[in-house]
């Protein structure tokens, strides 16, 4: 009896230990990690913060990155057989706009590579030393290449969409890149939000492939920032 108890709970503890090695990845997916936080999008106002609700025709002056703004990227890797999204992002950022009337002359955003953060120190770690050599190339820029008109004079609180072409310098390597952004004013400010897709190599970054974990070839860098006048 003691033989086969020994036997039992031998067969057991393979079982378990087999079913932790095929759930793990998922349980920290689903209960360690919790689904990845939503791509930003701007948030349009109340009423009271979206200031006159009259069309804005003129917006000229020099404009610049606030507080609680941030940047980031957003990657899918497969743990152990396991999708897992994985998003970093840092508040390290700052930026300057000019605007003539309701055209978008001239912009650059600068984002701390450097700073950015996941969930896992040890992605971090691989991210800031062998993905990107951000000791050589601390910061990643975008700048306008092309001016941008608004549809409609603005009004506060109301989201407009437009398209965006300038230049991304990720790692040393500088691309040019087109995204969809969104902007709305609200108060004496507004916000901008958007994403623009990269596939890694175009930077000289190589996705790792760790055999337990690999990192699809692209991407895409977000961004939700609050903007005011310089």
Do not use: C, H
Request: hydrophobic share 45%.
């Amino acid at each position: 009896m003691k033989k086969k108890t020994i036997v039992i709970l031998s067969v057991a503890a393979v079982v378990a230990i087999g079913a932790v090695a095929i759930a793990g990845p998922i349980i920290y997916r689903d209960l360690i990690v919790g689904p990845a936080e939503a791509a930003p999008t701007v948030q349009a106002p109340t009423p009271d913060d979206a200031a006159s609700t009259e069309p804005s025709d003129d917006l000229s002056g020099a404009w610049s990155v606030a507080a609680d703004s941030f940047a980031g990227y957003r990657v899918d890797e497969v743990l152990n057989g396991t999708n897992v999204t994985v998003v970093g992002r840092t508040t390290e950022v700052s930026g300057s706009f000019d605007v003539e009337t309701l055209t978008l002359t001239s912009a650059e955003v600068s984002v701390d590579v450097a700073s950015i953060e996941t969930d896992s120190a040890n992605r971090d770690n691989y991210f800031r030393s062998s993905a990107v050599n951000v000791a050589e190339f601390p910061d990643a820029t975008f700048r306008l290449l092309e001016p941008v008109s608004a549809a409609a004079p603005p009004v506060g609180g109301e989201v407009q969409t437009v398209s965006v072409r300038g230049e991304l310098t990720l790692n040393g390597e500088t691309k040019q890149v087109d995204a969809e952004v969104q902007a709305v004013l609200a108060g004496d400010g507004g916000q901008v939000s958007g994403s623009v897709p990269i596939t890694f190599a175009d930077f000289g970054v190589e996705a790792p492939n760790l055999g337990f974990v690999s990192v699809e070839p692209s991407g895409s860098i977000e961004f939700l920032l609050n903007i005011e006048p310089a």
